[in-house]
């Protein structure tokens, strides 16, 4: 749309009107404001003037540096790494490890799970990853771990369980959930487990097997179809002061190590040890409730008692992978329950089943 107004006595020119309001606009805190030149439907002579300001917003305050162990590290520049990948032994294959969409489950089983907390003397963490295979074949973790305080014989006590489902069986996810759960329920019926628990664990191990049974025949499937390994351990929440008592079980290949003076001890035998070939065949819940093997074991203020499933034994025959476990867990300060699950997310060509861990730390 045109206009008919032309420049005169009264109206300033465009080019006077531009120059009078960029002067307004570039009022500072130490100039007096500017208005607008006088014209028709303006303010009078007398009127105060209403200045032309341009808004700003106040300046940001500095970003402060973070400190970590007394030490200033400035914060990241936006082109930089802020978070670094587990360590990969000999290539893995880079597609292992994509979560390709979501497992289509009847109930939640999610990719990774992480737990821990801090006794007084006595520190735990947890974690159950789903592997490489799992996640990129769209399957579920079919591992899982557990902690849980309880009293037995009168004792507190703090009980771990870690559960491998065996890879062949459709419902083996809920079977190792389901066998961590019933054992927590059975364990403190059971009595003598500190004094005997060659005699007391089969018994314990038998009840657990009858409500895997029992929760098989209520959800209409097949009770083979939970199988599961199970490997758990007890240990005293006792007073800092003296090494800790310890009882380890274990149904199938899940296994316990104890790591003391830089080295990891095997609590149990290796169940694969006989065979040319490692195989996949192993006992297991509820097939084999007789199959339970136990160990009586002390803790001291320096050793680390590790329960896992084969995710993580098997790639420890690797003296690599060995190495950097004894570094990461036999000196120094504890993990925290993420960098714990960072530590087990290691990727190693050959070997993408779940990885179960448990670590009790006697400090």
């Not at 028709?40 to 973070?66: F, K, S, T």
């Not at 990948?85 to 490890?97: A, D, S, T, V």
């Not at 097997?209 to 007890?234: F, H, K, P, Q, Y």
């Not at 104890?258 to 095997?266: A, H, I, P, V």
């Amino acid at each position: 749309m045109s206009s008919d107004r032309r420049p005169g006595p009264e109206t300033p020119d465009d080019d006077s009107w531009r120059r009078h309001t960029d002067e307004a606009m570039s009022v500072t805190e130490e100039a007096p404001p500017v208005t607008a030149p006088p014209g028709p439907g303006r303010q009078a002579a007398g009127d105060v003037p209403r200045p032309l300001m341009r808004w700003a917003p106040p300046p940001e305050p500095p970003v402060q540096p973070v400190r970590v162990d007394d030490e200033a590290v400035p914060p990241p520049s936006s082109g930089e790494a802020v978070f670094a990948p587990p360590p990969e032994y000999r290539r893995p294959h880079p597609k292992g490890g994509i979560a390709r969409r979501l497992p289509r489950l009847s109930e939640v089983v999610p990719d990774t799970a992480l737990d821990g907390a801090d006794f007084d003397g006595l520190t735990v963490r947890a974690a159950s990853l789903r592997g490489d295979d799992h996640r990129y074949l769209t399957e579920p973790r079919q591992d899982s771990a557990a902690l849980w305080p309880l009293t037995l014989d009168g004792t507190d006590a703090l009980l771990c369980c870690v559960a491998d489902g065996l890879g062949s069986q459709p419902n083996s996810h809920l079977g190792s959930a389901l066998a961590c759960r019933l054992l927590r329920e059975e364990i403190e019926r059971g009595a003598g487990l500190w004094d005997d628990p060659a005699a007391c664990a089969p018994d314990v191990l038998g009840r657990v097997v009858a409500g895997m049974l029992a929760d098989a025949g209520n959800r209409g499937i097949s009770a083979e179809t939970l199988s599961t390994t199970l490997v758990a351990a007890v240990v005293e929440l006792t007073p800092p002061d003296r090494p800790r008592r310890g009882v380890v079980l274990r149904v199938g290949d899940s296994t316990a190590y104890m790591l003391r003076d830089g080295t990891f001890r095997e609590c149990f035998e290796d169940a694969h040890k006989d065979e040319a070939v490692q195989g996949s065949g192993t006992s297991a819940l509820p097939g084999d409730p007789g199959a339970v093997e136990t160990r009586a074991v002390v803790l001291g203020n320096d050793d680390v008692l590790v329960l896992c499933t084969d995710g993580l034994s098997n790639p420890m025959h690797n003296d690599e992978v060995k190495a950097q476990l004894v570094k990461w867990w036999s000196s120094g300060p504890v993990p925290g329950i993420l960098e714990f699950g960072w530590q087990l997310a290691f990727r190693a060509k050959s070997y993408g089943d779940d990885r179960s861990a448990i670590c009790v730390w006697g400090r």
